[in-house]
């Protein structure tokens, strides 16, 4: 079958294409291909777990080294038992989260998953990345979907997020070398997967977040009704595409203040 993604190209043209395509699909054994950094870097939105930040909505905040896989869908931290052994504990009421800074990167909850926020502006644009696999053989698997969660979580400051949530095992969280969250921190698929990357644009005004479509454009940029208009007939113009709608809302934004 003809592959509809042939790694041979540069991985930096896979990496540019996350952030400009609504779907990329590598299959038929092109994960062959793909060596370990280079799955976390389709799978996680940092290369590594590092110091981040969450804005809780009672406005406590909270630190640890973190990561986002965009596979799970869920937000791991890292912290250390009383043993000093590293756990990896994901997050799962993300309702009560307002905002989450990984890096240099911040993100918003959007329903069930985190989006970063591309632009931060009277009208900001917000763009979410899920990661899919399926396998042609059975057993294939990648990093979740067996990894025990906290639930009502208010803080996971070092030494209180075990005692301020409850586990879904009955309280192991010893999930660092062995148990259900061994391997949090990689990603690993079969070397037949198909992985399927989809990339979701938002809109957010108000705070109110919103698909992003030609009719929420011409609603929340009401003054550039003819701007857009325009640029629509001019431009092959793909909604899906990250980068070419940071330019028009960027020319939007600067219409608006005419």
Do not use: W
């Amino acid at each position: 079958m003809k592959r509809i993604f042939f790694f041979a190209l540069a991985f930096c043209g896979l990496m540019a294409g996350l952030h400009g395509q609504a779907s990329i699909t590598l299959r038929d054994g092109s994960l062959k291909r793909l060596t370990q950094e280079e799955q976390d870097s389709i799978v996680f939105v940092h290369p590594t777990f590092t110091d981040g930040t969450v804005l809780f909505r009672n406005g406590q905040r909270s630190q640890a080294e973190m990561n986002y896989n965009c596979y799970s869908q869920q937000l791991l931290f890292k912290q250390k038992n009383a043993k000093g052994e590293t756990e990896i504990l994901s997050v799962s009421n993300m309702p009560d989260i307002m905002m989450v800074s990984i890096a240099d990167m911040t993100f918003m909850p959007v329903g069930n998953t985190l989006a970063e926020i591309l632009i931060d502006d009277r009208v900001s644009l917000l763009s979410s990345r899920k990661v899919s696999s399926t396998e042609k053989k059975t057993g294939a698997y990648g990093t979740g979907g067996n990894t025990a969660s906290i639930s009502n979580l208010t803080s996971f400051d070092a030494g209180s997020a075990v005692s301020q949530g409850s586990t879904a095992d009955g309280g192991s969280t010893a999930y660092a070398s062995s148990g259900a969250g061994a391997g949090l921190d990689r990603s690993s698929f079969g070397p037949n997967s198909t992985l399927t990357v989809n990339t979701r644009l938002f809109l957010m005004k108000d705070m109110k977040i919103i698909p992003l479509t030609k009719k929420n454009l011409l609603k929340s940029f009401p003054k550039s009704a003819a701007f857009i208009e325009q640029y629509f007939a001019n431009n092959k113009v793909d909604l899906s595409d990250a980068e070419q709608m940071t330019t028009l809302i960027g020319l939007c934004l600067n219409e608006e203040k005419k």
